[in-house]
């Protein structure tokens, strides 16, 4: 794959169609080169109730449907039946080399490989967004959770290009982050 214009980066959909429609209009609208999806894709988790929009087989249609390249990972949320039903393969941990950066994308759920030194680190899981240098001066993004948003944050995705990271709000497209590389 020649090196990418845009990349939208999304986690936490939760089988929710009504933000995962709003997601896919985004990534219809914007034709990024790769969508990164960080994992939760279809199911709700036995914590969160039903919310009235839980359409898990819709939201795999959806996500079938996508006409752009998927990286995805695997998310606690996320059995083999859910693997069957969507397109793009996910395993615990996936690598990426863009932007002469090395990336690791990973649901969060789990501890980061020993040894590996990503320039940036990737995850999902806690559906907060986050977009900040680690001690070692590396670069962790989350890019929160279209469906289920947490700690106050609007429903957000992010974008990336060869500038840098943008952590957005879902409904508005206003930054909540922004990082430059």
């Given at each position: 794959?020649?090196?990418?214009?845009?990349?939208?980066?999304?986690?936490?959909?939760?089988?929710?169609?009504?933000?995962?429609?709003?997601?896919?209009?985004?990534?219809?609208?914007?034709?990024?080169?790769?969508?990164?999806?960080?994992?939760?894709?279809?199911?709700?988790?036995?914590?969160?109730?039903?919310?009235?929009?839980?359409?898990?087989?819709?939201?795999?249609?959806?996500?079938?449907?996508?006409?752009?390249?998927?990286?995805?990972?695997?998310?606690?949320?996320?059995?083999?039946?859910?693997?069957?039903?969507?397109?793009?393969?996910?395993?615990?941990?996936?690598?990426?080399?863009?932007?002469?950066?090395?990336?690791?994308?990973?649901?969060?759920?789990?501890?980061?490989?020993?040894?590996?030194?990503?320039?940036?680190?990737?995850?999902?899981?806690?559906?907060?967004?986050v977009l900040e240098e680690d001690e070692k001066g590396r670069i962790l993004l989350n890019p929160g959770s279209p469906s289920f948003p947490k700690g106050g944050y609007p429903a957000s995705y992010?974008?990336?290009?060869?500038?840098?990271?943008?952590?957005?709000?879902?409904?508005?497209?206003?930054?909540?982050?922004?990082?430059?590389?």
């Amino acid at each position: 794959m020649k090196e990418p214009k845009l990349i939208l980066i999304a986690s936490d959909l939760h089988g929710r169609v009504k933000a995962t429609k709003t997601l896919v209009s985004k990534i219809e609208a914007l034709k990024p080169d790769w969508v990164w999806l960080l994992g939760d894709y279809l199911y709700n988790g036995p914590r969160n109730g039903v919310p009235d929009d839980y359409e898990p087989m819709e939201v795999s249609k959806m996500l079938s449907a996508l006409n752009v390249p998927v990286l995805g990972v695997r998310g606690n949320c996320d059995s083999r039946v859910d693997a069957m039903l969507l397109p793009f393969p996910f395993e615990d941990f996936a690598e990426a080399l863009v932007y002469d950066k090395s990336f690791l994308l990973y649901h969060g759920d789990l501890p980061i490989k020993e040894g590996y030194e990503p320039d940036v680190i990737v995850s999902g899981h806690t559906h907060i967004p986050v977009l900040e240098e680690d001690e070692k001066g590396r670069i962790l993004l989350n890019p929160g959770s279209p469906s289920f948003p947490k700690g106050g944050y609007p429903a957000s995705y992010a974008l990336m290009d060869k500038n840098g990271i943008k952590v957005l709000s879902l409904e508005t497209d206003e930054p909540i982050f922004a990082k430059s590389f």
